[in-house]
Nanobody, 114 residues
Framework: VQLEEFGGGLVQPGGSLRLSCLVS????????IAWFRQAPGKEREGIAC???????YYEDSVKGRFTISRKNAKNTAWLQMNSLKPEETAVYYC?????????WGKGTQVTVSS
């Protein structure tokens, strides 16, 4: 099983990025996908989740700016991030949560800076 994040990089404050999480080795239909982030010196925090039935959840600080989505046929989930702030500089991770097991990706760096 492998989860791999793509799409990180450097973006100016107020800008947008779209992160992708490509999943292999499992049937994505049975898994929820969550996005986490970890800023330097801080704990990893969950920011968005989409269930196997496409119910979504967002942490308060990203509501209205971030959108999580998925397409099982492409084994991919996405996190669209708009109006990014410097304090959202972090490594962003995706996590697949299934009936018995959970799997993490290795993360992608997002830097919000002018």
């Amino acid at each position: 099983v492998q989860l791999e994040e793509f799409g990180g990089g450097l973006v100016q404050p107020g800008g947008s990025l779209r992160l992708s999480c490509l999943v292999s080795g499992l049937v994505l239909d049975n898994y929820a996908i969550a996005w986490f982030r970890q800023a330097p010196g801080k704990e990893r925090e969950g920011i968005a989740c989409i269930s196997s039935t496409d119910t979504t959840y967002y942490e308060d600080s990203v509501k209205g700016r971030f959108t999580i989505s998925r397409k099982n046929a492409k084994n991919t989930a996405w996190l669209q991030m708009n109006s990014l702030k410097p304090e959202e500089t972090a490594v962003y991770y995706c996590k697949g949560v299934g009936p018995r097991f959970a799997y993490w990706g290795k993360g992608t760096q997002v830097t919000v800076s002018s």
